[in-house]
Structure formats: C-alpha cells, structure tokens
C-alpha cells in the first residue's frame, strides 16, 4: 500500500476538531469539519469514511453513500467499511450490493459478529430466510449474548411459522435484557399466534415502548383501569392504531359498562356512527381536545388483558356492532345473482401492507365465477383499478359513496358475503355478523392465529391462506372453487 499522503497544518486542525465533535456526539459539526477536509485534501480517507458515517446517523444515506465508496475506493480493505457500506446500501433498497458488501466484510474480517449480524439482515430483507437464520447463528457464535441477533434470529423463525423457535429466541433474549421492550413484544405476537392468549395480551402491554409504536402513550391525568368495579364512575375507553383495531376490542365496551363504568369513548370520527351502536357506550368523542370529565381511562387493545382473555373467554357474541340509520342503498340490489363485496387493499402506509394487499387482477379467477354479483368496497387510490379490469368483469363500485364507516356497514348489511384481504372491512363485516372470508398471506398477523381457518374472534368468518410465500394465485383458485361451490347452493 502506498504511504499516506501529507497533511497540511490546516487538514490537521480540522481533523481533530471533527474528532472532538464525534466524542461529543455532535454529528452535524463533525461533518462540516470533515467536509472541509474533503476540499483541502480529496484523497483523505478518515474524512470520507467518518462523513459517510455520520450522514447516515444523520438519515443522508444517499450522500453517505458516496462518501463511503470514495473511502472503500481509497482503502478496499479497510475492517468495517464494507460493513458500514451494506448498512448503508440496504437502507436504500439496495439489497444485492448490500449483501455482496457483507460478503466482503466477512472475508477481510471471518470473526467480526456485526458482519455476520448485518448479512443476517440484508438476507432477512430479501427473504432468504434460511441463509438469514444462518448468519444470525453465526453472530451468537462468535459473540454469545448478542441481544440484536437473537431477537431477530426468532423474527426469522417466526417468518418460518417456526412459534417454538421463535418463542425460545424471544425469552433467551428477556433472560439477558428483562426490559427490552423490541423482545416482549416479538413473545407477545409469538403467543398469541401460538393461541396463547391470556399470557400474550399480557406482554402486549410493552406495545407502548417500543420506538416505532404508532399511537403515542395514554396521558390523561388520571388512572388507567385495572379491571376493578367502577360503581358508576365515568371510564373513557381511547381509541388506538388502526380502524380494524377498534373494530375488534369495542366488543368490550359493554363488559366496561356491566361493572359499572359510565362508558365513554374516544374514536376516529369515521367510526363514531358506528361506535353509537354499541350497547354500554353512552358517549362518543372525536377529539381529544374535547374531552368531556372522566376518572378512569382504558386503552381499547389494552381491554383484552385488563379481561384476562384467554383462547376460550373471548366475548364472540356476533352481532355486536349495527347499520347505523342511513339511505345507504345498493343500485340494482334486486337483480338476481348471489352478491359478494370485495376489498383487495389496506393502507399502503401499513408497513405489512406489501404482503396482506393484492392488485385487483390477482381476484380474476373468483370474478369469473358464474352467479355472482360484484361490488366493490374498496376505498382510496386503489379503486382506480376497477378502469382496468377486463371489460367482460363487472363490478359495481361502492367505495366513492361512502361518507364513514356507517355506509360501509349499511352496504355489507345488503350483502350475502364479503371478500377481502387482512384490513377493517374484515373486522367490519365479522362484528356485523356477515359472512366473511378473509385471504391471507404465508406470514399472516398474530392475530388470526397459526394455521386456523377460522377466528375465535369471529364466528362468521373464514380464513383462506397461502400455502406458501407470496403465492396469491394458488390461493384465489381454492377460494374460486369454494365460491362456485357457494353460489351454486344459494
């Protein structure tokens, strides 16, 4: 390798003025530092690698991905760059080049744990499931303990459908870090799934620390329940993550309302005419800064855990939602044909949603099935995908209609059955009591449990799963047949 080149005084003072920021955690000045550097001396190597560094700290990783090549291109050898670069490359979806870095590192460096753990990772992001497990195993071997690899290493078994596994992982890690919340969690979806409920809802609990939870904790200035008799007192029962959610745990409310609680509940304005169904709820409210007086407040998902709810004491009793009063009316209702609803799509910001939603045109094998009358209740920019549907397949939009959920109810009301993938329609229409088939990726959500075809959740429903990862079409052909099978009876 050639020397080192020269560095000027100016260089020199600047480096261990950027070095004095990095111990003080103060990445924005180091980088500026290290930025000047690159003008005096273009080939200086610590001030490519630490700005790379730090502008990934700093969420640039686009930048930081040309600081970090600049280094590699000065120094390939260079222990942990390559780790640092793949870190980098599979934040930007870069997958490949992320793991042909990893690769790298492991051969400079064969005994570095993080190298063996970030391969783990891009290997996860790409699917490869089983090379994943493997270098997660590796990173443990060589570094016994390593509290990110074995929570993730059950992740994966988890992917696998492999509870057991998954289980051991999660509760070896809470062995080393009783509080992390990240492995509480993972047990909790792992028990669940496993059917486990009573000590699953119990672990749910842990939802608010984790760093990404969606819901910010409850802060109300008075006590949370703990199950207790309320004797008449004023319970406000707060709404949390995504509609479905609330669809589910409302079911509560009355259970609230029978020991004894003034039943008050706070709901995204979409669901309050729903909500005003329930029996127990004697106040709906969609703001919070329009609270009215309460002594207690409850979580809704926390309400599973405050009951104890176990596998065979889930309050199942269907319907517990109703129609609200409404003109919502379906064109054409009176033309013969068995009618079927259909929701192909979730929130695309879910981020499970690249695996519970589907295009429109993967359901053509059920839109041909004969004696069937289509309507759609898909709602946002999905329905656009109805303007491409073969023009032989007719299906009538329902979605531009609806104002609230209300509308949503009052259409599947008017139904003989609904189809949709893992998203509110699906609560919707098993709290209504409707027939309901839901379709389900390889890895569905905890759920809807491990393997069943059905939800203790909800008598009404079904569940169709994909036999193996990805695999919508072979899916939509066992889905069709019972269909036809169904159409042909009504």
Not at 257 to 286: D, F, M, N, W, Y
Not at 431 to 448: D, F, I, M, S
Not at 457 to 481: I, K
Request: glycine share 8%; aromatic share 8%; with cysteine.
């Amino acid at each position: 390798m050639a020397p080192a080149p020269a560095i000027n005084e100016n260089v020199q003072r600047l480096l261990r003025a950027a070095r004095i920021h990095v111990q003080q955690d103060r990445g924005v000045e180091a980088a500026r530092c290290y930025l000047d550097v690159t003008r005096c001396q273009p080939d200086c190597f610590e001030a490519y690698a630490q700005l790379g560094v730090i502008l990934n700290q700093l969420n640039s990783p686009q930048e930081a991905l040309a600081c970090l090549e600049t280094a590699l291109r000065l120094r390939p050898n260079f222990p942990q760059l390559n780790r640092i670069l793949g870190a980098v490359l599979k934040k930007l979806h870069r997958l490949e080049e992320a793991e042909a870095c990893c690769r790298r590192e492991i051969q400079n460096s064969p005994l570095d744990a993080d190298a063996h753990y970030n391969l783990g990772l891009t290997l996860q992001a790409r699917e490869e499931l089983e090379g994943a497990l493997d270098a997660y195993g590796q990173a443990l071997n060589l570094r016994p303990g390593y509290l990110d690899a074995l929570i993730n290493r059950g992740v994966v078994y988890r992917e696998l459908l492999r509870m057991q596994p998954a289980l051991g992982c999660f509760e070896a890690a809470l062995r080393l870090a009783p509080d992390n919340a990240e492995a509480h969690w993972e047990r909790c979806t792992a028990l669940i799934s496993l059917g486990e409920l009573e000590q699953g809802w119990k672990e749910y609990e842990w939802r608010w620390k984790l760093k990404d939870f969606s819901s910010p904790p409850p802060q109300y200035g008075c006590p949370q329940w703990d199950g207790s008799p309320l004797s008449g007192q004023r319970i406000l029962l707060h709404a949390e993550q995504g509609y479905g959610d609330v669809i589910q745990s409302i079911r509560y409310a009355p259970l609230v309302a029978r020991k004894g609680g003034a039943v008050i509940v706070g709901c995204p304005q979409p669901l309050r005419s729903l909500v005003q169904t329930v029996e127990g709820v004697r106040q709906v409210v969609t703001s919070r800064s329009r609270l009215p007086p309460f002594e207690l407040h409850a979580p809704l998902m926390s309400l599973p855990a405050i009951f104890g709810t176990g596998l065979h004491t889930i309050p199942a009793a269907v319907p517990y939602l109703a129609p609200p009063p409404g003109e919502f009316r379906l064109e054409a209702a009176a033309r013969p044909g068995f009618r079927v609803g259909l929701a192909w799509a979730g929130d695309p910001a879910h981020r499970n949603d690249h695996n519970r939603s589907l295009p429109l045109d993967r359901l053509q094998p059920l839109l041909r099935v004969p004696g069937i009358r289509w309507f759609s209740l898909q709602v946002g920019d999905q329905t656009a995908e109805l303007i491409r549907l073969d023009p032989g397949l007719e299906v009538t939009e329902l979605g531009s209609r609806f104002r609230d959920f209300g509308d949503t109810a009052n259409a599947i009301a008017q139904l003989d059955l609904v189809i949709t993938v893992d998203t509110a329609v699906a609560h919707l229409a098993g709290a209504l009591g409707k027939a309901v088939w839901v379709l389900l990726p390889y890895l569905a959500e905890w759920r809807w449990m491990l393997g069943r075809l059905d939800s203790p959740w909800y008598p009404t429903m079904r569940l169709f799963r994909q036999s193996s990862r990805g695999d919508w079409n072979a899916l939509m052909l066992v889905v069709a047949n019972e269909l036809a099978r169904m159409a042909a009876q009504a």
